[in-house]
């Protein structure tokens, strides 16, 4: 018989482990406290993780998460074949040396009856408190979700980011027929056909909103919203961009539904940039890699966004891996009327709204954003000064406008309508 012995647990252990916890609770069917999402992300997060190994296979684990002199077991999993082995009490101890290096002076441990862990607890010295009951509350989303969109920085968005967005008519329309309303009735969808969509890309000069887009389809789905920003993945991962991609892409298989947002793609998938970022692992390739996976599954959308869809890498829009791109334009004047009448607020009542509209011709709604908040400070300051009961003028706002440096240019627009040519596809 081979023997085992006890490690740190790595990264790489996770399927493994994943795996073989899965077998355990098979065998003792009782209801962990702790889902396996949430023992990864403490274990992550400054907790201690061992695992025993027998060659290349996990057969035990434990794992502990350390708040202070506070520490909880999370988890103690064992491999069938090998209990009775002395392996628990042993994954304990290295445990529990682990945690008082962090300053742990209490460890608690919460398991159904008979659970693996409990003997090795026993043989541990711990000791169980009768008495106390456990209480739990699950929010909205899957609670073993919830710990694992923590760790990847994702959130369930309020409702009503959609209609939020004023204006903007010809890119509601689309993206709500194409987009929201396939994946909000997949089984009518499916009755006549559409194809519901798993990967889109936006396009659009700087302000126009397709971050603001992006968040209105998960608000309206009511799926969680996950941002992986290419930076953040290159500092989190020990390894390469393209490994921590690909861990990303792995932790977001584990959720039900999921609207991933890569804003700045360019950054990862551009014709450059993803050889200037991490020229052995090719960065690119591996989010190219990581689609089709992502594609297979249902409740899942990928949003890319990019202010320069030329520099993406044509591989990257290559008909099969995004099913469509959508450029989000700069408002015309019907919108930007929309767009200053959501920032104006009550002075929308005093000034000319016509006038502003035909001022702010090169404006985005970022612009008119700011616009809209300068002249109100403006005012505003005008008031304290004065006293008055100051009235917002269509001077005040005009004067706004005239310090906003437009994000529209000539060439911008130019570009942006060649790019219509070359690479909508909706
Ligand atoms: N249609 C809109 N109505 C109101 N505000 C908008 C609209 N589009 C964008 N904005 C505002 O403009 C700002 C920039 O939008 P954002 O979505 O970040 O643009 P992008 O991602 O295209 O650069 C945000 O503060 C957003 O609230
Ligand atoms: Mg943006």
Redesign the pocket.
């Known amino acids: 018989m081979p023997t085992w012995r006890l490690r740190d647990f790595h990264d790489d252990d996770l399927d493994r482990a994943i795996r073989m916890w899965e077998q355990d609770r098979q065998a003792d069917d009782s209801y962990p406290v702790f889902p396996i999402s949430e023992v990864m992300a403490a274990a992550r997060a400054g907790g201690s993780a061992v695992v025993a190994v027998v060659g290349d296979d996990v057969v035990g684990m434990a794992v502990s998460r350390n708040e202070g002199e506070r520490a909880w077991i999370t988890l103690v999993a064992l491999s069938d074949t090998w209990r009775n082995r002395g392996i628990g009490s042993a994954l304990i101890t290295e445990l529990e040396r682990r945690m008082r290096s962090q300053g742990v002076r209490r460890i608690g441990a919460l398991l159904a009856p008979g659970a693996t862990g409990t003997k090795a607890l026993e043989n541990s010295g711990y000791r169980s408190r009768s008495g106390l009951l456990y209480y739990e509350k699950a929010e909205h989303i899957a609670p073993s979700d919830a710990g694992l969109l923590a760790e990847l920085g994702g959130r369930l968005l309020p409702p009503g980011l959609w209609s939020?967005?004023?204006?903007?008519e010809r890119e509601k329309g689309t993206i709500e027929r194409r987009i929201v309303l396939p994946l909000a009735e997949p089984a009518l969808a499916d009755r006549y056909g559409v194809i519901p969509p798993k990967a889109v890309i936006?396009f659009?000069?700087?302000?126009?909103?397709?971050?603001?887009?992006a968040k209105a389809v998960a608000s309206r789905l009511g799926w969680p919203f996950v941002e992986l920003f290419p930076s953040r993945i290159a500092a989190a991962g020990s390894g390469s961009l393209a490994t921590s991609l690909r861990e990303n892409f792995a932790d977001l298989a584990e959720l039900e539904s999921v609207l991933l947002f890569i804003?700045e793609v360019e950054e990862i998938a551009g014709t450059r940039s993803g050889l200037a970022v991490d020229p052995s692992h090719g960065v690119t390739n591996e989010l190219l890699k990581l689609i089709p996976g992502f594609r297979d599954h249902d409740e899942r959308l990928l949003i890319c966004?990019t202010?320069s869809v030329r520099s993406l890498d044509p591989a990257f829009l290559r008909p099969g891996r995004f099913d469509y791109v959508i450029p989000?334009g700069p408002?015309d004047s019907s919108?930007r009327s929309?767009?200053w009448q959501?920032?104006l607020g009550p002075a929308a009542d005093t000034v000319d709204l016509h006038q502003l509209v035909e001022a702010s011709e090169m404006f985005?709604?970022?612009d008119?954003?700011f616009a809209a908040r300068k002249g109100a400070q403006a005012v505003f300051e005008r008031e304290v000064a004065h006293r008055q009961g100051t009235r917002a003028t269509t001077q005040d706002y005009l004067t706004a406008i005239t310090d906003t440096r437009p994000t529209l240019t000539d060439q911008v627009l130019t570009e942006f309508n060649e790019d219509i040519q070359t690479y909508v596809r909706m």
């Open positions: 939020d967005l004023a204006g903007m936006l659009g000069p700087p302000g126009t909103g397709k971050t603001s887009f804003d966004a202010n989000v408002p919108a929309a767009i959501r920032y985005t709604p970022a008119i954003e």
